[in-house]
């Protein structure tokens, strides 16, 4: 074997063993995306009675609106 096949095969090798250690270790030295938690809520069914009982439970909005104050007159110009 002469001196340029050595260096091809020791390039070569020095390039396999080089991917292999990358595989194996490249993810332990980078960071990684971790997805953000989920956020959940418990729920439960409620029947129509329920429903319509909360209803009735609840705050009625005002029929009619609040009369609104009249605005301030306006000042007389100064002759």
Request: hydrophobic fraction near 55%; charge should be negative.
């Given at each position: 074997m002469?001196?340029?096949e050595?260096?091809?095969v020791?390039?070569?090798?020095?390039?396999?063993?080089?991917?292999?250690?990358?595989?194996?270790?490249?993810?332990?030295?980078f960071?990684?995306?971790?997805?953000?938690?989920?956020?959940?809520?418990?729920?439960?069914?409620?029947?129509?009675?329920?429903?319509?009982?909360?209803?009735?439970?609840?705050?009625?909005?005002?029929?009619?609106?609040?009369?609104?104050?009249?605005?301030?007159?306006?000042?007389?110009?100064?002759?």
């Amino acid at each position: 074997m002469d001196r340029s096949e050595r260096i091809g095969v020791m390039v070569s090798g020095a390039a396999h063993l080089g991917a292999l250690l990358w595989l194996m270790l490249g993810g332990i030295f980078f960071s990684h995306d971790v997805a953000a938690p989920v956020v959940t809520a418990e729920v439960t069914l409620m029947s129509e009675a329920d429903f319509s009982a909360l209803q009735a439970a609840a705050p009625r909005a005002a029929e009619t609106a609040p009369a609104k104050p009249a605005p301030a007159p306006a000042p007389a110009p100064e002759p």
